[in-house]
Structure formats: C-alpha cells, structure tokens
Nanobody, 126 residues
Framework: QVQLVESGGGLVQAGGSLRLSCAASGRTFSTKAMAWFRQAPGKEREFVAAISWNGGCTYTDSVKGRFTISRDNAKNTVYLQMNSLQPEDTAVYYC????????????????????WGKGTLVTVSS
C-alpha cells in the first residue's frame, strides 16, 4: 500500500510561482514513475507531468518551459515547481504513482496510476 500526501498549493497572482510536494510512503517508490495530474472546475482530470524511475521527465504541452518535475528518492518525495503561473493553471493538483515498475516509456494516463493523493488546490488570480 502506498500513501501520497500533497502540499504546497495556495493562492498566487498571475506570473507567480509555487512548488508542490508529494510525500510517498512505501518501499517501492524508487521503482515507479510519479506523476502530477490536475482537475479544473467543470473539467476532466488531465495529465500535467511525470518523472520516470530513472529521472526521465514528460510534460503536457501547456506547461513545458514553465513547470519542472523532480524527485528525491532518499526522501520518497516528488516535486512540481510551477513558474509563470496563469489563471488557466487553476485546479486541484493530484500526485499519482504509476502501477508499472521500471517503465521506460513516456505515455502516462490516469488509468496507468494505481495510487492517488487527495489533491492540493492551486488558485491563480489575474
């Protein structure tokens, strides 16, 4: 069983920055890709970024160049540094753990995740 706890959300003005953290329990953290998804009001959950077990990063096009995902396996923690935030980034951000072990691809969907955090709200004001 893996538990994921997000933190770092909040209210920020457009152009500002936030860093989200996701602390994971369990002994298999280093073998799994970790991902961030988000869900805006009235919209479906969407993929934001993922980092593979060996550090490869994948981003959705709308956040490339603004968001950076990273991980610290010693701390069982994954981060999402968000810069140049825009009102359209407003959403609940969820951390997720990939069910696949030592995955080497770059395709990540919600169906590939088997553990989810409860989410942290990011609100960007204009």
């Amino acid at each position: 069983q893996v538990q994921l706890v997000e933190s770092g959300g909040g209210l920020v003005q457009a152009g500002g920055s936030l860093r989200l953290s996701c602390a994971a329990s369990g002994r298999t953290f280093s073998t799994k890709a970790m991902a961030w998804f988000r869900q805006a009001p009235g919209k479906e959950r969407e993929f934001v970024a993922a980092i593979s077990w060996n550090g490869g990063c994948t981003y959705t096009d709308s956040v490339k160049g603004r968001f950076t995902i990273s991980r610290d396996n010693a701390k069982n923690t994954v981060y999402l540094q968000m810069n140049s935030l825009q009102p359209e980034d407003t959403a609940v951000y969820y951390c997720a753990a990939d069910r696949r072990i030592y995955y080497r691809g770059s395709i990540y969907t919600a169906e590939d995740m088997n553990y989810w955090g409860k989410g942290t709200l990011v609100t960007v004001s204009s």
